[in-house]
């Protein structure tokens, strides 16, 4: 109970940094060839919503994974 704070914290954190990354590692991929020419707007919200559904795919499952291996002790009590 105590500790919803800091799991709070650090899943914005995790969220935050894991959609930069998204974001960054997108910047390599060329999707406005994909696309239709004068459509800037379209395809700046693309990347942004790409990103953010990147980013917390990636940060659920390492929040998941740091949330089982604290649960997995609890097995052996």
């Given at each position: 109970?105590d500790?919803f704070?800091q799991?709070a914290?650090v899943?914005i954190?995790?969220?935050l940094?894991?959609?930069?990354?998204?974001?960054?590692a997108?910047q390599?991929?060329?999707l406005?060839?994909?696309?239709?020419?004068n459509?800037?707007?379209q395809?700046?919200?693309?990347?942004?919503?790409?990103?953010?559904?990147?980013g917390?795919?990636?940060?659920?499952?390492?929040?998941?994974?740091l949330?089982?291996s604290?649960q997995?002790?609890?097995?052996?009590?």
């Amino acid at each position: 109970m105590d500790d919803f704070g800091q799991i709070a914290l650090v899943s914005i954190l995790s969220h935050l940094v894991c959609i930069a990354v998204s974001w960054w590692a997108l910047q390599a991929i060329r999707l406005e060839k994909l696309l239709k020419p004068n459509h800037v707007f379209q395809a700046r919200l693309l990347y942004i919503l790409l990103a953010i559904f990147i980013g917390s795919s990636v940060s659920n499952f390492f929040l998941d994974y740091l949330q089982w291996s604290r649960q997995l002790p609890l097995m052996f009590q």
